[in-house]
C-alpha cells in the first residue's frame, strides 16, 4: 500500500508561482512514473505532467512553459514548480502514480491552489 501526501498548495496572485511536493510513503521500492493531475470545481480531474523513472516528462499544452516536474528518487519526492499562475489555474492538485496511463495507487488528500487577486 502506498500512501501519498500533496503540499505546497495555497493563495497567490496571478502571475505568482507555488511550487508543490508530494512524498510517497509505503512498502515500495520504486515509485516508478508519476504524475500530478488536478480538479477545478464542476469539472473532470485532468492531468498536468507526468515524469518517468528516468525523468522523461510531459505536460498539458495548458501549462506547458510555466510548469515543470521533477523528482528526487531517492526520497520518493515529486515536485511541481508552478511558474506565471493563471486564474484558471485553480484546482485542488494531486499526484499519483501511473501505470498503462492510468492512475495507479489511492488519491491523497491533493492540495490547494488558488490564484486570485
Known amino acids: 500500500q502506498v500512501h501519498l501526501v500533496e503540499s505546497g498548495g495555497g493563495l497567490v496572485q496571478p502571475g505568482g508561482s507555488l511550487r508543490l511536493s508530494c512524498a510517497a510513503s509505503?512498502?515500495?521500492?520504486?515509485?516508478?512514473?508519476m504524475a500530478w493531475y488536478r480538479q477545478a470545481p464542476g469539472k473532470q480531474r485532468e492531468l498536468v505532467a507526468g515524469i518517468t523513472s528516468g525523468g522523461s516528462t510531459n505536460y498539458a499544452d495548458s501549462v506547458k512553459d510555466r510548469f515543470t516536474i521533477s523528482r528526487d528518487n531517492a526520497k520518493k519526492v515529486v515536485y511541481l514548480q508552478m511558474n506565471s499562475l493563471k486564474p484558471e489555474d485553480t484546482a485542488v492538485y494531486y499526484c499519483n502514480g501511473v501505470v498503462d496511463s492510468k492512475p495507479r495507487w489511492q488519491w491523497g488528500q491533493g492540495t490547494q491552489v488558488t490564484v486570485s487577486s
Open positions: 509505503g512498502s515500495i521500492f520504486n515509485i516508478g512514473a
